[in-house]
């Protein structure tokens, strides 16, 4: 009968040692963490070496350490976006160039001048979108790391924003700017160069740091690219291009205090114009030289201001950054709930298969055991 059937199981030790075995393997997963270590070489110990080694400062520095590492491999082992931006940044200071080259100093030149420093500005500001995977692409690794403690998370945004300034926004920027600025003839002084790489490269930044505070406040990538592509339209309106910045709307004022566009746009323009003469050589008049100066100040700008509008640059920086932060500890608040409960009810869900699976096995084995008796 199945009793006696039982009886003999208990008794055979051997029998015993395989379902204590592969019990304790069922039930393995229930004594292990929700959130697993990460998988990685040395930096990863040296993180977890550093806990309660060398107080807060080692336990930065292994992080960052562990972190830059990692961003690094995965650059090294995906290269497919970094080589896009400069791809893309040669290929257009090569044609764009092209299509400027040889500006003079009449009003045509001037147009030509005015119409490059746009397209500078929409490219680099596009050209940021590309930020927009700085934390959607792995938020829940993210979060199971910082569950597991293995990373503050300033550190975290600190190591990714800093590789993705540096690769995708300051090193394209610099890349088109040599290129771009011999081929179209601009004023050749070292100064007038500087100028114009750093405002490129501000600019590019900024909109690399916009997006990705954008992308903290989305999950899915195409919401969150049509909503940055939608603000980036609106800020490049406000650029003094399109819109006279003396004759919009007190309502409009702050859309264009608010606009990165508008400073870069007036740093660059006035820094090609400054001190220059413009020959208005309209048809069937003579021609009339004009100062520069008067054809900036019917488009609302000043050379004086260059300093200041670098400054402001700088500014938005920081003020991007700090925001793309501060929605990210908002979010990650609100994201590790939802990932914990995702994660448990995954490893109860495999529990309960495996218990229902291992009864299963059981029942038939005691069935079968009880046919061959009778």
């Not at 972190?67 to 791809?87: C, D, E, F």
């Not at 924003?161 to 179209?184: E, G, H, K, N, W």
């Not at 930044?205 to 999950?219: D, Y």
């Not at 994660?343 to 299963?360: A, F, N, Q």
């Amino acid at each position: 009968n199945l009793a006696d059937h039982l009886l003999d199981i208990t008794a055979d030790e051997a029998t015993v040692g395989r379902l204590r075995a592969e019990t304790a393997a069922r039930l393995a997963p229930a004594s292990q963490p929700v959130f697993a270590r990460p998988v990685g070489p040395a930096p990863w110990e040296e993180v977890h070496a550093a806990r309660g080694w060398r107080g807060a400062a080692g336990q930065v520095v292994a992080e960052l350490r562990a972190l830059y590492w990692r961003i690094g491999l995965s650059v090294a082992r995906h290269p497919a976006l970094l080589r896009l931006h400069l791809v893309v940044v040669v290929v257009l200071a090569l044609a764009v160039g092209l299509v400027f080259h040889g500006v003079g100093n009449n009003l045509a030149s001037f147009q030509n001048r005015s119409g490059a420093c746009f397209f500078v500005l929409a490219l680099f500001g596009f050209s940021g979108l590309s930020a927009m995977e700085v934390f959607i692409a792995e938020h829940e690794l993210m979060l199971r790391e910082l569950q597991a403690g293995y990373y503050r998370l300033w550190t975290y945004f600190a190591a990714k924003i800093s590789v993705d300034t540096v690769l995708l926004r300051a090193v394209p920027a610099l890349l088109f700017s040599v290129l771009f600025y011999p081929i179209m003839g601009l004023r050749g002084e070292v100064p007038r160069f500087t100028t114009f790489v750093a405002v490129t490269t501000l600019v590019n930044m900024a909109s690399g740091l916009l997006c990705a505070a954008i992308s903290v406040l989305f999950e899915s990538l195409g919401a969150a690219n049509l909503a940055a592509t939608i603000l980036m339209l609106l800020l490049l309106l406000m650029n003094g291009a399109l819109v006279n910045l003396r004759d919009v709307s007190p309502a409009l004022k702050f859309g264009q205090s608010v606009s990165f566009f508008r400073y870069g746009f007036e740093a660059l323009l006035t820094n090609e114009l400054e001190d220059t003469i413009v020959m208005v050589d309209a048809p069937g008049i003579t021609p009339i030289p004009v100062k520069s100066r008067v054809f900036l100040a019917v488009l609302g700008m000043d050379a004086e201001n260059i300093p200041h509008d670098k400054t402001m640059l700088v500014f938005f920086c920081i003020g991007h950054a700090a925001l793309a932060l501060g929605l990210l500890y908002a979010r990650a608040s609100t994201w590790r709930p939802a990932l914990f409960l995702r994660r448990t009810s995954r490893i109860r869900s495999s529990l309960g298969g495996g218990v229902r699976s291992g009864m299963s096995d059981k029942v038939h084995s005691g069935a079968n055991g009880s046919a061959q008796m009778i």
